[in-house]
């Protein structure tokens, strides 16, 4: 994500810049840190190198079977691609505390 100095959040896909207010991180309140886009959530994969960045598959991989993926930079600063159909609702997630979430 890049951060203009207006402050808005842009989102860089495949060297094309887009408004997104809808992509930020989460950190679980078992510390796991997820990548939020578009109401979906994806956890990265350890040392998972793709197109130039990192993997970050869907969260509910294992229980939907989703493949949707994301790729970040390392820096986790430029979405490089987000990408695959989600076959499953978003999940919902609430805020127990400052910055610590739930899955509900």
């Not at 890049?2 to 842009?10: E, M, P, V, Y």
């Not at 886009?37 to 509910?60: E, F, M, P, T």
């Not at 600063?77 to 987000?82: A, D, N, P, Q």
């Amino acid at each position: 994500m890049i951060r203009l100095l207006s402050g808005k959040q842009l989102v860089m896909v495949e060297g094309f810049t887009f408004h997104s207010t809808d992509a930020h991180f989460i950190k679980l309140m078992n510390g796991t840190v997820l990548f939020m886009a578009h109401d979906y959530s994806y956890h990265k994969i350890a040392g998972v190198k793709y197109c130039g960045g990192i993997r970050w598959q869907c969260s509910s991989r294992k229980k939907s079977k989703c493949n949707a993926f994301a790729v970040l930079s390392e820096d986790q600063e430029t979405v490089y691609r987000i990408s695959g159909f989600h076959n499953h609702e978003p999940p919902v997630y609430m805020e127990m505390a400052p910055g610590q979430y739930m899955k509900i």
